[in-house]
Nanobody, 112 residues
């Protein structure tokens, strides 16, 4: 009943920037939290950033470089000073009263 769709990924040079967007739609009710996770090749999915009740939480690896923001059913991830280790599929996460929902992911590749 809830669809989560990410966009904005792509190929970017080291030190460059990207802005990821996520839109939640469908039977949305009282979204409690939205966030971004990522999964690189051969790695487990890890938290990047979350926002809930205006409070943000970031992985240490992205602090000072990434910024998460939310506008109702939309959440954004501004990524600056990108590094090769940021290369991952980035997944949007939405939590409401009924469940925990994930998008299909958007690929971010950082290269020279």
């Amino acid at each position: 009943q809830v669809q989560v769709v990410e966009s904005g990924g792509g190929l970017v040079q080291i030190g460059g920037s990207l802005r990821l967007s996520c839109v939640a739609s469908g039977n949305i009710f009282s979204i409690n939290s939205m966030g971004w996770y990522r999964q690189g090749p051969g790695k487990q999915r890890e938290l990047v950033a979350t926002i809930a009740a205006g409070i943000t939480n970031y992985a240490d690896s992205v602090k000072g470089r990434f910024t998460i923001s939310r506008d109702n059913n939309k959440v954004y991830l501004q990524m600056n000073s990108l590094k090769p280790e940021d290369t991952s599929v980035y997944y949007c996460n939405v939590i409401n009263w009924a469940g925990n929902y994930w998008g299909q992911g958007t690929q971010v590749t950082v290269s020279s």
